[in-house]
């Protein structure tokens, strides 16, 4: 099958949630003859504030684009998946729409929380413009019930789809390296995030807990974070990431932003509890009192992992699978 996909998300790039989740399923189903074409934006969307290069250009380019209708009928694909809801998104949703073309969409982001951060825009607002947005769309995808519900009472009506996300096994397991951070006191408390305002990490460093901090991963709001949190907390970047988190206590994830949380599933394979607060993405992978907490108070939640088993963490990640996610993405394609 041939899949045009219409993304902000980069072949090869998977600094974020989505370019991964995209990634993933492109290497998976090309590897059994299947074609997936990624149609993008000229210039990344880069989320770390709203500046005219960086957030209102890739955002607003493309509307009035008609890239979308030349490469579709250069392309002629089996497929289309609309997955960007602005910039060529909407000129891909133009196009559909105008030529009778079925295709599907998905929710991977809260917009109302990240545009909240970024634009200062009321959610009321930005519900309505998605309510716009994905009415055409035949199909839309999402990844855990909660989800769903959260597009139906917001006015969205479309035939959903669920279907998780997955954790790469191979790269992610249990393989602790003491030379990492063996100068730190214990327990060790992790969280591993692009470094970005929406994920909300000052939560987690404003925690009172025992032992030491771990922050891993680099992005647009960690040098902000290594002034305000200097000796409170070790940033490290992004490397050798499972011997890092396999000698963790705790991975905890402030972040109320994320629908998914992929970093979730990669936190359990490598044997840590995670701590979040009660929201969709982290409630629905762990299972509570055995693999993780939820809860408000989110350093009660961090001190009662403390108490939880490594095992019970591994196992609960072989419970998601890429190879799974990518069969269901192709599923779940609406033909032409």
């Not at 009172?208 to 647009?220: E, Q, S």
């Not at 972040?255 to 409630?283: H, K, Q, W």
Request: aromatic share 12%; net charge positive.
């Amino acid at each position: 099958m041939r899949i045009l996909i219409c993304t902000y998300a980069n072949r090869g790039a998977t600094n974020m949630g989505v370019g991964l989740y995209y990634n993933k399923v492109a290497d998976i189903l090309e590897r059994e003859g299947h074609e997936l074409i990624f149609f993008n934006h000229p210039t990344p969307l880069v989320l770390d504030k709203t500046t005219l290069s960086h957030t209102l250009m890739p955002i607003f380019s493309g509307i009035t684009s008609k890239r979308f209708g030349k490469v579709f009928e250069s392309v002629k694909p089996d497929a289309v998946h609309v997955q960007s809801e602005v910039g060529l998104g909407i000129a891909a949703r133009r196009y559909c729409v105008m030529n009778n073309i079925p295709y599907s969409s998905a929710y991977h982001t809260n917009w109302d929380i990240g545009m909240k951060n970024w634009a200062h825009l009321p959610a009321s607002f930005v519900w309505s413009y998605l309510r716009w947005f994905y009415q055409p769309a035949t199909l839309i995808h999402a990844c855990t019930l909660r989800v769903k519900q959260l597009l139906n009472t917001k006015g969205i009506q479309n035939p959903i789809k669920i279907f998780p996300l997955g954790v790469d096994l191979d790269n992610f397991y249990y393989d602790p390296d003491p030379t990492r951070v063996m100068h730190y006191p214990r327990p060790y408390f992790m969280s591993l995030s692009r470094i970005a305002k929406e994920k909300n990490l000052e939560a987690f460093l404003d925690l009172t807990l025992p032992g030491t901090k771990f922050v891993i991963g680099n992005g647009p709001h960690k040098t902000y974070l290594q002034k305000k949190y200097a000796g409170q907390a070790v940033f490290l970047p992004y490397e050798n990431v499972r011997s890092v988190l396999s000698m963790g206590d705790v991975f905890v994830f402030p972040s109320r932003y994320d629908t998914f949380g992929l970093t979730n599933l990669e936190a359990l394979a490598c044997g840590l509890p995670i701590a979040s607060y009660p929201v969709m993405g982290p409630v629905d992978i762990l299972e509570q009192g055995v693999s993780g907490y939820a809860l408000e108070n989110l350093q009660e939640a961090a001190l009662a992992c403390l108490l939880l088993k490594k095992e019970a963490c591994i196992e609960r990640a072989k419970l998601y699978s890429w190879e799974h996610t990518a069969q269901e993405f192709l599923k779940h394609q609406v033909l032409l």
